[in-house]
């Protein structure tokens, strides 16, 4: 299965500006934040993550309630953060 999953935004990347890394529940990745170039993203902003890349920003409050759906799925969302840690990780 793959998710739209929320991540927070940790930081941009050093070696290239699409880049940054963003806590997926724990888990830190790089993702493509390109897509979202004028969206003005900062540290701490939240964003959802799909197969490596940013597409759309989104509140706090929406990545929470999008979170405690997905831990509700249990299984299904493990075995994607299961996949997540096994891929490009910071």
Known sequence: MCLGIP???????????DLAVVDVSGVRRRVN??????????????????????LSKISEREAQA????????GQPYEDELDALRGSDIV
């Open 7 to 17: 991540g927070e935004l940790v930081e941009f990347g050093q070696e290239h500006e």
């Open 66 to 73: 999008v979170l405690d759906y997905l831990q509700g799925l």
């Open 33 to 54: 934040v390109g897509l979202l170039a004028d969206e003005g993203l900062r540290p701490g902003d939240w964003v959802l993550v799909h197969v490596g890349f940013a």
